[in-house]
């Protein structure tokens, strides 16, 4: 009932001639037109001193100055996922996305008890391609989960295998001394 009465009071207001006089507006007039003032050019001396020259940094120590980047890419998702990548004038290329995802976490409530619950987390991939100076070529590329950094490449080093043997317990025979037979009695007890 009462959003009848509000919007029948609306539709009448509407409906009511307005009282309200239209905006002012100011009445437009013609630029003036007038030729600017000229004045002379004013001449100063040749400065006493030489100013500095300036040059562009010279690159001695960084021998690879000539690289540019030849690609690039940056994607963000309003879902929080993202890509990007790049490529350079030598070769080296890098990509890498990136996408949220439910795993199992540790949430903490307001008292600071720990619960283990579904929560929000990052996942990444990627990969990296480059050629040292040298010459060799280098591929890696990884994984980034709930189960931590996971690199691989060819040119990563592999932790050795070793393969233990379990020491066997030694094996003692021995005789138990046997207890000496009790006489029979009548309760079957031995007394």
Do not use: C
Not at 40 to 64: E, G, I, L
Not at 84 to 94: F, K, L, V
């Amino acid at each position: 009932m009462k959003l009848f009465i509000i919007a029948a009071v609306l539709a009448v207001a509407a409906a009511a001639p307005s009282s309200y006089k239209p905006e002012y507006k100011a009445p437009s007039y013609p630029a003036p037109s007038y030729s600017a003032p000229k004045y002379p050019t004013p001449s100063y001396p040749a400065p006493a001193y030489s100013a500095p020259a300036y040059s562009a940094p010279a690159y001695k120590d960084n021998k690879y100055a000539d690289i540019t980047v030849t690609s690039q890419s940056d994607e963000r998702n309003l879902d929080g996922s993202s890509q990007w990548s790049y490529a350079q004038s030598d070769y080296t290329t890098r990509e890498e996305s990136q996408v949220q995802k439910k795993m199992q976490g540790v949430a903490y409530d307001s008292y600071g008890k720990a619960t283990y619950e579904d929560v929000m987390g990052n996942t990444n991939k990627g990969s990296s391609y480059w050629i040292s100076p040298e010459g060799q070529k280098f591929t890696l590329t990884w994984v980034a989960d709930e189960n931590g950094f996971q690199p691989k490449g060819d040119h990563l080093p592999v932790a050795p295998v070793h393969e233990y043997e379990l020491p066997v317990a030694p094996v003692h025979e021995y005789e138990l001394p046997v207890a000496p037979a009790l006489p029979y009695s009548r309760t079957g007890l031995g007394y």
